[in-house]
């Protein structure tokens, strides 16, 4: 069973940068995709970006696309989520994901605890 711990949040001034990071663990997370949604107060969990472990293949929503990076190290069984530019309506609980079947906004299979993200104007 693959398990998933986020860390890098904080709080921040718009127009900053942020570095998140999820560590994977677990014998077959190899074969799953990773991924970083949020969820705001209010509103529903939001997908942002992809990759697959073993391609490095990645896809991104349009509202983050150009602002947010993600990337793996699989020498550190850790995906990371780089946010540049940040504004206050990304303050949200962030959450990495894993899933074996689903690329993209559908992922679902496994979820981490969350680490929260608060961007001050």
């Known amino acids: 069973q693959v398990q998933l711990g986020e860390s890098g949040g904080g709080l921040v001034q718009a127009g900053d940068s942020l570095r998140l990071s999820c560590v994977a663990s677990?014998?077959?997370?190899?074969?799953?995709?990773m991924g970083w949604f949020r969820q705001a107060p209010g509103n529903k969990r939001e997908f942002l970006a992809a990759?697959?472990?073993?391609?490095?293949?990645?896809t991104y929503a349009d509202s983050v696309k150009g602002r947010f990076t993600i990337s793996k190290d699989n020498a550190k069984n850790t995906v990371s989520l780089q946010m540049n530019s940040l504004k206050p309506e990304d303050t949200a609980v962030y959450y990495c994901?894993?899933?074996?079947?689903?690329?993209?906004?559908?992922?679902?299979?496994?979820w981490g605890e969350g680490t929260q993200v608060t961007v001050s104007s």
């Open positions: 990759i697959t472990w073993n391609s490095g293949l990645t």
């Open positions: 677990g014998r077959t997370f190899s074969t799953y995709a």
């Open positions: 994901a894993a899933d074996r079947r689903h690329f993209g906004a559908s992922m679902d299979d496994l």
